[in-house]
Each structure stands twice: as C-alpha cells, then as structure tokens.
C-alpha cells in the first residue's frame, strides 16, 4: 500500500499537497482562489473569442486546467488556462482549414489540443523537459513580440465594427487600412470607452479586477439602451450549466495535417509557462520539475479537449494575481476551478450581453503590455547581437506565421548553440601584476606571457563536431609562438568531455607539434586523464606523462626545465625538457 501512494504521489505531486493540506492556508487560498476567478472569467471569454470558440469554451479550458494542473503540476503557485500566444498559434494554424467558428473549425480545434496533450506526456515521457532551456531569452522576447502584434491586429476589426478575414500580420493591416471607412461608430464607441476603463483602473485602482469590471459596466450599458439593436455586436446566449464530457476523435488526417502545428504549440505552451513557474518558485524558495509540469499541462490539454475547451498553458497574468493575493498552495486553483463551474451555472444569463468590442479591448490591452519594450532596451545595452536576434525572430512571425516562426526559433537556438560550442574561445593565458591565478590576454592589456611557453584555455568540451576546430587553433597558435615555443598547456578544466574524435585529435596535434619540436602539456582534470585513458586501454604515453595538477605547477615544471637544459647546455650533457627530474 506504501508502495502505491508513494507511485501515486509521485505521478500527482498536488494530490500529496491537497492531502497533507494545512488549514492554515486555507484563508490565503481562498482570498486568491477567488482573485483568480475575476481575472479568468473575463480573460477566458476574451482568449474564446481569440481563438475562434464560443466563450463558454474559454470558461471550460480555464477550469480543467486549473484542476489538472493543481494534481499533476510541481508549482504551487502556477495558475495554467488559455493564454494568449497558444490561443493566437491556435486560431492560425485553423483558419485555412475551416472557417472560424464553424463545426468543422471546433472539431479540427479539439483534435489539435487533444494531439498538443498527447505530444507534451510523451516529452516528459521521454524527459524532454530541458528543450525550454533552448528557447533563449532574446528568441522569447522576439517571438511574444511578434505575437503581441498578431493579437492586436487581429482584434482590431472587432473595435472597429468590421470583419478582418486575413490572416497574416501583413495581409491583416493592409485590409483594415482598407475598409477604415466602414467603421462602425457606436462599436468604435464602447471600444474607447472600455480601452480608457482599462488604463484608468491599472493607474488608479491597480488591484481591482479591471477586465471584469470593464465587461460588466459596459454589458450594463448594452442592456440598459439596446445596444445591441444598433448594432453593437455582443456575446449572446452562453449555454447554462457544466459540459458534458466526450472523448475526441483524432483520424490519421487530423494527426497529418496538425502535427507540426500541435508540436510548436506544445513547445510554447511549455517554454511560456516554464519561464513563469520558475519565476515564482525561486520568488517564493523552491524547485520545480520541468519533466513532471510537461506531464501536467499534456493532461491539462488532454481534460480541456474532453469537455470541448482548446489548447491551454501557464498563465501569466493570473499566477502573478495568485501570488500578490497570497495564495500559497495548489489550493488555489481547485478554488478558482470550482468559482468558474459556479460562474457557468449562474451567471450566464448576465454574460450574453458583453460586447464583442469590449473582448476586442481587453485583448488588444493584453497585447500592448505583451509587447516587452523593457526587455528590448535591456538587450540593446547588453548585447546589441542579442537584440537584432530577438528582431530577426519577431520579423519572422510577422513575415511567415507563428507556427513556421516556432521552426525558426528553434533552428536560430541549434545554430545559436552549435556556434557556441563548435567554434569556442580559446584563450591564451598569463600572469597580471597585483592580480592572482592566470588570465586571458583578451581580457587584459598586461598580461605577461613567458618566452617558450604559451598556456591555453579550450571552453568547451572537445568533441566531433569542434574537433577539427580545435587542431586549427592549436597550430595556428603554436605558428603565432615563433621558433622559440617549447612547450604548449592546455587547461583541462574547461574541458568537460573528450570524445574518440577529440581523443584522436589532441593525439594529432601533440604528434604535429612534436615535429616542430614543441611538446603538448596538460594541466588539471589529471585523474579522469588518466581514468580515460586506462579504462579503455589505451596506452599514448604522451599524455598520460604530460599531465600535471594545476597551470602553476605546469609552469614550475617549464621552469625547472629550462633551468636544467641550460645547466646541461652549460656542461655538454643531454637533456630532456620534457622530463623535469
């Protein structure tokens, strides 16, 4: 029995935490349990709309999620639901394959969330948790900006009383700068209003609800003077009570069709919602298991298929709500869950008469404050390489499309990684007056170098793909040593990996430079040489006798055996510089 609650545990690490709840927490937990309710009802509805569902969709995805990911999840604070950049993707990648809205389009969209669900248990299946490590923070930035402007070209024509029926971002605004003359203005009207609603509460009423309050003002406003009678596009009906729960059905087509679009989706679902629940775990002093939230949001989606929700991720918005409300365990989202089910059996009526423009609003607010200028400006002090990577992939989901974006992302974060790592720097080291320990020349003006030694550094592990990089290197500077180089020193520190192409090509230098009368040294890392070496039976002696513990005392040993070749010099007798005793 101990042996199944423990498996039990580990597959559902919230069922541990809600079974072992303190009830001490319980009055932090609700306070934020129920902040989150009114932030994800109306964000839920909005990220419906986005998305191409009805709002009661968005409503069922927030509330599956929350309770999948409150069992599954190793955050205590993440709050996972629709979010912005996985609703954008979705409606992208189905809108050349149905017509938003239409049957046809809701089943392609519970196939495709169901098939992301499927793809993130096999990742944590297959421990895939660290491919968030390959998305940098520069290739993040580039992409949630492209995606910030996705968002707000594309709710524009709900603000301005028109359909926008272009997809890309291009396309988007040379059709709205078309059609700007059929404007509907009591539309554009209630648009404003909510757009100043919005930034009035942020400045002055900062821990209000402001998307919440925003669409019950103006839904009051459409009931009271018929609003809708002139017009003004509103939700309608939202069906009353919980979904019934159905298994998807996904053919060979749909897997064809939406694997690639379900597998960058997956990837950033999981990156954004990694990127948050660190964020909040090292702000409140623990760890989380990349593996296990991979697992957690696969059956996130996987619930939210079921009861005809769509792709879901961590939410930002609403983790940060949980955590300034105080909210302190997995708790909360079982909280949150059960308001949004109550929402949906009792305040639907209400909900039928939110404008389209005032979803438009939040959304476009959404995006606006998506769009990370800050992080820009940091990159442009930091590393102007950096910044003009973020642009080439900002440029890239404007140009070709969020799902062909993801692609690029990644292969800009392979060739990031494969030039880092294949083409390494390589540093000649030396003394520092007044500073201790040895130092790069590239680094310092005075470094001091000594004459018939040269001292590297290799950052990186040597292996076949920078192997031959590192024999170019490694000539070319003992080339740069002139006739009087006796010994190179090469720092093993650095060097955390030696592969047989590696092994093969240090062996092809020493015996290069032995010609030349240079002898290749090794300095730290002596023992696992040696352990190397050994266990596979190989026997290249000059290695295993050219090792020594520390720069320092590779240098000593040149010392002591320039000293005794000019002692043997002195007397006629042989000498050896390469055996200092």
């Not at 919005?198 to 919440?212: E, G, N």
């Amino acid at each position: 029995m101990a042996k199944a609650l423990h498996w039990i545990y580990r597959l559902a690490p919230g069922l541990y935490a809600l079974r072992h709840y303190r009830r001490g927490d319980l009055r932090y937990d609700l306070v934020a349990g129920l902040s989150v309710v009114s932030v994800a009802v109306p964000v839920g509805i909005a990220y419906a709309e986005l998305a191409g569902f009805p709002p009661a969709s968005g409503l069922y995805a927030s509330m599956m999620a929350m309770l999948a990911y409150a069992m599954f999840g190793s955050s205590r604070q993440l709050i996972a639901g629709p979010d912005a950049a996985t609703c954008a993707m979705l409606a992208t990648a189905l809108s050349p394959l149905a017509v938003i809205g239409s049957p046809e389009y809701l089943s392609w969209s519970i196939a495709l969330t169901f098939l992301v669900g499927l793809m993130c248990l096999g990742a944590s299946r297959l421990r895939l948790g660290v491919l968030a490590d390959f998305l940098s923070k520069p290739i993040l930035i580039g992409f949630l900006n492209g995606i910030a402007l996705s968002i707000v070209l594309g709710q524009l024509g709900k603000l301005l009383g028109f359909p926008v029926l272009s997809t890309g971002i291009v396309d988007r605004f040379v059709e709205i700068a078309d059609k700007l003359a059929q404007t509907h203005l009591p539309t554009l009207g209630m648009g404003v209003l909510a757009f100043a609603l919005l930034f009035a509460m942020r400045h002055r009423l900062p821990r209000l609800p402001a998307a919440l309050l925003v669409m019950v003002l103006l839904g009051a406003l459409v009931a009271l003077f018929d609003l809708d009678r002139q017009g003004v596009a509103v939700i309608g009906a939202v069906p009353a009570g919980l979904p019934n729960l159905a298994v998807p059905q996904i053919s060979r087509e749909a897997i064809q069709t939406l694997f690639s679009a379900a597998a960058g989706i997956a990837l950033v679902s999981f990156s954004s919602a990694m990127l948050t629940a660190r964020s909040f775990a090292t702000k409140n002093g623990y760890e989380i298991d990349p593996d296990r939230d991979f697992a957690a949001l696969g059956a996130a989606n996987i619930a939210s298929s079921m009861l005809g929700g769509f792709a879901i991720s961590g939410a930002d918005s609403r983790t940060a709500v949980n955590d300034a409300m105080g909210g302190r365990t997995q708790m909360v989202s079982v909280i949150a869950a059960i308001g949004i089910a109550l929402a949906l059996i009792l305040l639907t009526e209400p909900m039928r008469y939110v404008p389209i423009a005032a979803l438009g609003a939040v959304l476009v607010y959404t995006g606006i404050f998506l769009f990370d200028l800050r992080s820009l400006r940091a990159l442009w002090a930091l590393d102007r390489n950096e910044f003009w990577l973020a642009q080439v992939v900002l440029i890239g989901v404007v140009v070709s499309g969020m799902i062909q974006a993801i692609l690029l992302a990644v292969a800009i974060s392979l060739v990031r990684f494969l030039q880092l790592t294949a083409r390494p720097a390589v540093d000649v080291l030396g003394e520092v007056k007044g500073l201790a320990g040895l130092h790069a020349t590239t680094h310092h003006e005075s470094v001091r170098t000594r004459e018939g030694i040269t001292m590297l550094r290799f950052n990186a592990p040597l292996v076949f793909f920078n192997a031959p990089y590192f024999r170019q290197r490694m000539m070319a500077i003992a080339e740069e040593g002139g006739e009087g180089l006796r010994w190179i020193v090469l720092d093993l520190l650095p060097v955390s990996r030696i592969d047989v192409t590696g092994f093969y090509a240090i062996k092809e230098v020493s015996e290069a430079l032995a010609k030349r009368g240079i002898m290749l040294k090794f300095a730290g890392r002596t023992t696992e040489l040696s352990s190397y070496l050994a266990g596979r039976g190989v026997n290249f002696g000059p290695v295993r006798e050219s090792t020594y513990p520390t720069l320092r005392a590779a240098l000593k040993a040149f010392r002591q055996a320039s000293s005794n070749t000019s002692q043997q010099a002195d007397t006629g007798l042989p000498n050896d510089p390469s055996n200092p005793s």
